[in-house]
């Protein structure tokens, strides 16, 4: 749906994932987490794609 939103623009969207569904469980799982954020939230704003 987003994409359909955004085509044709110059907008671009960013996945945030603020379970972490796709990290696996271990110790400095959290620290993990808010890198994967923070990369998506950078991805999105610099127009690319992680």
Do not use: W
């Not at 960013?14 to 954020?37: A, C, F, V």
Request: charged fraction near 25%; charge should be negative; proline fraction near 6%.
């Amino acid at each position: 749906m987003m994409r359909d939103l955004v085509k044709g623009t110059e907008d671009g969207f960013g996945i945030l994932d603020p379970i972490g569904t796709n990290l696996t469980p271990k110790p400095k799982l959290y620290l993990q987490l808010l890198r994967q954020q923070a990369d998506a939230l950078s991805d999105c704003l610099n127009g690319t794609d992680s």
